[in-house]
């Protein structure tokens, strides 16, 4: 990578708590194309990975720069009038170079693609086929630029409604996680490993509430 953006402690808690960047590509026959793909952040890279028929991932190879856009939406503003009602988020839009990764570079990054996702599960699995790394395309998205846009959770209404009798506020949101369900063909006696007992939504503790 060639450099880091300078406002990084502003870019990574928002990219530490999201899960799907929307990566803006032109495809081979000149169409713009808006896709999502699953992201895990190791330093100031994105690894993104996918099959090796990947119509996005290919294209951003053959261009070699992307952008992308990661949205956390942190709450519903819900003010006096429709006019100030709004959302609200913190958003990081990413643009930098992407490289193909191979041979060690690649395995290392599949199994850091796999801890991102569930920290441990790769001691609890059985180690990725070689068929299966074949079939697999890791492409490293280094940032080099990066835009930070947030909306603060702050009703704003016009002086002119405040004295109204109409409730006004926000509704936080989250991502909270459920109870682990077991697929259908997992025995009875086969209990929820630690990795996913532990797992919890990635907080980046610069969340608003």
Do not use: C
Not at 53 to 77: P, Y
């Amino acid at each position: 990578m060639s450099r880091t953006p300078e406002n990084w402690l502003d870019v990574a808690p928002v990219l530490d708590e999201g899960w799907i960047v929307h990566v803006g590509v032109t495809t081979s026959d000149g169409v713009p194309a808006l896709l999502p793909m699953l992201y895990v952040r190791h330093d100031a890279s994105l690894l993104l990975h996918g099959g090796v028929a990947n119509a996005t991932l290919a294209a951003m190879l053959d261009r070699g720069r992307v952008s992308g856009n990661v949205t956390l939406v942190d709450g519903l503003i819900v003010a006096r009038s429709a006019f100030q009602s709004s959302v609200a988020y913190r958003s990081v839009t990413v643009e930098g170079t992407v490289t193909l990764l191979d041979g060690d570079e690649k395995t290392t990054a599949l199994e850091r693609v796999i801890d991102g996702l569930v920290p441990g599960r790769a001691l609890e699995i059985r180690p990725m086929t070689s068929g299966e790394i074949r079939a697999t395309v890791l492409v490293r998205l280094d940032v080099e630029r990066a835009v930070v846009r947030e909306s603060p959770p702050l009703v704003s209404d016009a002086p002119s409604d405040r004295g109204d009798a109409v409730w006004a506020g926000v509704v936080p949101l989250d991502v909270v996680a459920g109870p682990p369900r077991a697929a259908s063909d997992v025995g009875d006696d086969v209990v929820v490993p630690p990795s996913v007992r532990a797992w919890r939504p990635p907080r980046s503790g610069r969340a608003p509430w």
